[in-house]
């Protein structure tokens, strides 16, 4: 099984601010990375795929790069939409979410 | 605009079997561009993929889960199904369906809303 870990799983964020959140998988899989955004109550939204492709509809502000065993989502200037949480998917050898990463307001 | 809704009882007896339908509208389930998933969040936890079903009944399941889940197709009704056997409080999760591309991106592109299913007496 490949297992997948986020960090940090709580960050505290303002409005403007770069966010970085780490996602490291314990085999390679390729670019076989996604990113979702999660609102509470709400179903998972797809944001990037392949480690680095951005979903249409998708805000520019929103990037990811990595592969192999480590991936990073960035999201350049934090917007109050963006208060939400976030997981990696790998879909290299069926499909693991990471643990999420909550980003909440400062 | 393509749309799929679970349907199912909310709450399950320990060691019943979970059933569950997704229903979706405004696409053809029988397309050979998608395959058909079921993924699952505990309440205040993290997600978990329990199976996938193409078009053509052909199937692939979480390994952890494989044991339990049988998940199967209707093209005439447009709906795929869960079913969970043996259930125990540790599945007491929101369910989610959603859709799979074969190629590119690869990954649940389209989700249902979820609906929570308790596992209790």
């Known amino acids: 099984d490949i297992q997948m870990t986020q960090s940090p799983s709580t960050l505290s964020a303002s409005v403007g601010d770069r966010v970085t959140i780490t996602c490291r998988a314990s085999q390679s899989i390729s670019s076989w990375l996604a990113w979702y955004q999660q609102k509470p109550g709400k179903a998972p939204k797809l944001l990037i795929y392949?480690?680095?492709s951005l979903e249409s509809g998708v805000p520019s502000r929103f990037s990811g790069s990595g592969s192999g065993t480590e991936f990073t989502l960035t999201i350049s200037s934090l917007q109050p939409d963006d208060f939400a949480t976030y997981y990696c998917?790998?879909?290299?050898?069926?499909?693991?979410f990471g643990g999420g990463t909550k980003v909440e307001i400062k | 605009q393509l749309q799929l809704q679970e349907s199912g009882p909310g709450l399950v007896k320990p060691s019943e079997t979970l059933s569950l339908t997704c229903t979706v509208s405004?696409?053809?389930?029988?397309?050979?561009?998608?395959?058909w998933g079921w993924i699952r969040q505990p309440p205040g936890k993290g997600l978990e993929w329990i199976g996938s079903i193409y078009y053509s009944g052909s199937t692939y399941y979480n390994p952890s889960l494989k044991s339990r889940v049988t998940i199967s197709v209707d093209t005439s009704k447009n709906q795929f199904s869960l079913k969970l056997s043996s259930v125990t409080a540790a599945d007491t999760a929101v369910y989610y369906c959603?859709?799979?591309?074969?190629?590119?991106?690869?990954?649940?592109?389209?989700w249902g809303q979820g609906t929570l299913v308790t596992v209790s007496s």
């Open positions: 959603a859709r799979r591309t074969v190629v590119t991106p690869r990954v649940f592109d389209y």
């Open positions: 998917q790998q879909y290299n050898s069926y499909f693991t």
């Open positions: 392949k480690a680095s």
């Open positions: 405004g696409g053809s389930i029988s397309s050979s561009s998608y395959y």
